[in-house]
């Protein structure tokens, strides 16, 4: 046997340990891990309860915001909205762990880096600041996340 098909071989040996351990979850004592993103339906409300492995969370690099409230009205942090084509306005909140739920909200003003509520999530409601637009995209399927 000639060298070039010697190498041939080992090449193709190795292509098939490899292919057979992506196939059992392993290459080389890496595990997969769980899907990035576990998004369960809500029939009744229509919206979807988006649950993220701790390494989505991580590479999104997701922060939070809270719903407070002042003398000036309730608000969140500006960078918690998200509008959709039809020009209603949301927000992720984000009520356990790495779980988080599109709420409608309806913004009286705007201040600064403040957006103030007349309709919203209770005072206290942790809402996404950071990887809302890649919440929004899994969730409604722009960009193909669906």
């Not at 309860?49 to 309730?74: F, M, N, P, Q």
């Not at 084509?85 to 201040?111: C, M, S």
Request: proline share 4%.
């Amino acid at each position: 046997m000639g060298r070039s098909n010697r190498r041939s071989l080992i090449v193709l040996g190795l292509a098939a340990f490899l292919l057979t351990a992506c196939s059992q979850g392993e290459v080389a004592g890496i595990v997969s891990e769980d899907p990035p993103v576990r998004v369960e339906k809500n029939e009744a409300s229509g919206l979807s309860r988006l649950t993220l492995s701790a390494k989505a969370a991580e590479r999104l690099g997701i922060a939070t915001g809270t719903v407070s409230a002042s003398g000036a009205g309730t608000a969140i942090p500006y960078a918690a909205l998200v509008y959709d084509k039809a020009g209603k306005t949301w927000v992720y909140t984000n009520p356990q762990g790495l779980d988080f739920v599109r709420h409608e909200i309806e913004v009286e003003r705007i201040e600064g880096d403040l957006a103030f509520l007349s309709a919203g999530p209770p005072v206290g409601t942790a809402v996404v600041t950071v990887g809302t637009a890649e919440l929004w995209g899994v969730d409604t399927g722009v960009g193909g996340g669906h």
